[in-house]
């Protein structure tokens, strides 16, 4: 995301700068450009992601590029609590839709049921945060500098092609569209 976002900046920043009272406009040229660029981006993400299983790439980052494992150790959390909350939040939905929660409101029940689920998700957000908190603190988390994986997922010569060759598109795709 830190590459992504430096990149999207670099690519706005060199933009035409047009000056006007209190705002400050950025032209890529026209709109089919900009709206190249700004799709080649998501595309630069997606194609860097589709095959990657998350957890396999943070463990890569933090056994082989060093990365904090207390940032790995966050990430892994923030993929567990999106597939938990993911589940909890389909089964409050379907909870509320089978004792007929917003059923008077016909066509918008589906929006009912979704707004009046935030409030009991939250609540399991914070009662499973409580849980992974204490169960860190129970297993002495952060006490020892490094951390051991069970898994070693090597960085190999693929993953710097599949890397160089995304990267070397992208930049061939944004000097043809200059």
């Not at 830190?2 to 060199?14: D, N």
């Not at 002495?140 to 070397?168: K, Q």
């Amino acid at each position: 995301p830190w590459a992504v976002t430096a990149l999207m900046i670099w690519i706005f920043s060199s933009g035409v700068h047009h000056q006007e009272t209190a705002a400050r406009l950025y032209d890529l040229g026209d709109a089919v450009t900009g709206g190249t660029g700004i799709g080649a981006l998501i595309a630069l993400v997606l194609v860097s992601g589709v095959s990657t299983d998350p957890e396999a790439l943070i463990r890569t980052l933090t056994t082989t590029f060093h990365m904090p494992y207390r940032l790995g150790a966050a990430g892994t959390a923030a993929i567990a609590f999106i597939t938990r909350f993911h589940g909890d939040f389909v089964l409050l939905r379907t909870a509320r839709a089978l004792r007929g929660v917003g059923g008077r409101w016909g066509m918008l029940a589906p929006v009912v049921r979704w707004i009046g689920s935030i409030l009991p998700l939250m609540i399991l957000a914070i009662q499973h945060a409580e849980r992974v908190a204490l169960s860190m603190d129970s297993r002495a988390f952060g006490a020892h500098r490094r951390r051991t994986e069970m898994t070693d997922e090597p960085w190999r010569g693929r993953d710097w092609g599949v890397v160089v060759l995304t990267w070397a598109l992208a930049l061939i795709i944004w000097n043809t569209l200059r």
